[in-house]
């Protein structure tokens, strides 16, 4: 199951972020990672150590950032929640971080 996750990230394509839903993606973040990050084009992270996700991409390619919710993110701040992540959520959560980075 888990390569099949790793799998569907590694072929995760443009056209296929396209696809992809950004308003569910946005919703999960929201959800999911909003108690510590900032998860839209404007806004302070409330955790200090919980970066911004506009501006994941000074980091890391956004697209790489697929492989990383598939396999399960194990750099991230100390007190990150761990939780699993389905492969269409992976697509949506892209498209979303996708369309808030910073130029």
């Not at 084009?41 to 994941?56: I, N």
């Not at 980091?59 to 194990?74: C, F, H, N, Q, T």
Request: contains cysteine.
């Amino acid at each position: 199951m888990k390569h099949a996750l790793l799998c569907t990230a590694l072929l995760m394509t443009p056209t296929a972020a396209l696809a992809a839903d950004a308003a569910a993606g946005k919703a999960f973040v929201e959800e999911n990672c909003g108690r510590c990050h900032a998860t839209g084009q404007t806004g302070e992270s409330a955790h200090a150590e919980a970066p911004p996700f506009r501006t994941l991409s000074e980091r890391y390619p956004v697209d790489s950032i697929a492989e990383a919710l598939a396999e399960g993110i194990v750099t991230g701040h100390p007190d990150m929640p761990q939780f699993e992540v389905e492969p269409d959520e992976i697509e949506n959560i892209i498209a979303w971080l996708s369309e808030i980075q910073q130029k």
